[in-house]
């Protein structure tokens, strides 16, 4: 539901209340034909609120040789925000959004150089999504799936699969990730679905659930057991696949993260992944926690708006000078720069290669996960039955905000994981 109000906070709450990520509203950054875009004086990410944006000594922050990058996000993202709501109400995939991030550069400057990209850091990939989900969730988990199925794919392929991926991801065809399976759910990377040899590779007969931009993509990044082994493969989409439209949801709405049904597709012996290591690239376990940093921002912004709008006659005063509202206010900024920080710092460890890159990550998306939905809570709070309304998005905010933590791995999941190995060290 497009409503006028629902756009009036997306725009302001674009530059509020010190969660700000505004596009370039002094001008500084526009989008130019080709994609690059036109810095100002003001391109060194002058704003305040957050790890990525306090100067060119914050080892966390993208690399200054990539931060146009920042401000080509940033000019994208003041769109997508204002297509947020129409795209929550009617469910329809962002493609405008999507085409847009391609036409930009991103998705090929994503790319290993040795493939033809630029070899975007990390620390820049996470800015860019956190930037691109507080516009449009929708929009940001799709790209996070498609840019993590692609990038899998080049690294991991043999030299003529990783060519052909490199080609497909330039040439604007979409991917996506087809891992999580309606029986092995959070655990999906250890898939229950066996693939069966047969001339040429194997076959695989079975189903993967809530696949985003699953409808559009051409490429599939999908795994199955292998004489009982976990293998990753590239799929192209054939007669073989078929969608079930099972994504009519509380949030994520445009998603369409749909069931995939496998008719004994051929799984290519010579699209088969070598096994993932270390060094390897992970920009979905990576990006996750961006994800809802993304959300936890946006949902701050408009409580934010809220609360400076909605003046209580019994005190003449707007709900922003009632102290629980600023207390709650102050609680949440801190805990958004603190995910944000913990996810910041784990785009840095993949960025420097470090081994505990993968446990940082898992306590970063949970506790970007729990925040988003406690802002997002607070929102509903202060919102009252304003914010309860659909014409809000307060409330478009707090459904959104329920989903990064189900997603795989999910915060049970992830406590259970982190919780253990802290008990162990100790
Ligand atoms: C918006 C969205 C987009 C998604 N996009 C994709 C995609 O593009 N590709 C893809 O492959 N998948 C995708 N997924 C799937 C996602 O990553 C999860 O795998 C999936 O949501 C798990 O759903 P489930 O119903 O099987 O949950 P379950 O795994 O059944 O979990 C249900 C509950 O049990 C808990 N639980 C499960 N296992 C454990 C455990 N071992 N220990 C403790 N608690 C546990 C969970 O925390 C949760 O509370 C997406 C999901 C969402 C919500």
Known sequence: MAAAGDQDVA?????????????????????????????????????????SESGGDDPFAPPVEERRWILIARALASVFAERAAALDESGELPMDNLRALHASGLDVAMLPRSAGGEGLSMRTFGEVL???SRACPSTGCIWLMHIGAAVTLVSLGDPESSAYYAAELKAGSRFANALSEPTSGNMFLIPMQEAEPTGGGFRLAGAKRFVSGCEVASHYLVNALVDGV??????????????????????????RSQLVSFDDTLLRADRRCRPPGPGDPNPIGIGLAMLSVGVA???????????RGRVIPATGAPLSAMQWVTFEAAEMHVRITAAHLLAARTTWLADVGSPVMLDAAIEAKLYANEVARQVADLGVRVGGGSGYLRTSPIQRHFRDAQAGGLMAYSVEVCKDVVGRRVLDAS
């Open 130 to 132: 956190r930037i691109v």
């Open 297 to 307: 921002e946006a949902a701050f912004a408009a409580m934010a708006t809220h609360a």
């Open 230 to 255: 976990p293998t990753f493969f590239g799929v192209d989409r054939d007669a073989s696949i078929s969608f079930v439209p099972i994504w009519d949801t509380m949030g994520m709405r445009a998603t």
């Open 11 to 51: 725009a302001d709450g674009e530059g509020s209340a010190g969660q700000s990520d505004s596009a370039g509203s002094d001008g500084s950054a526009s989008v130019g034909p080709s994609g690059g875009a036109s810095a100002g004086p003001s391109a060194g990410l002058s704003e305040s609120g957050g790890p």
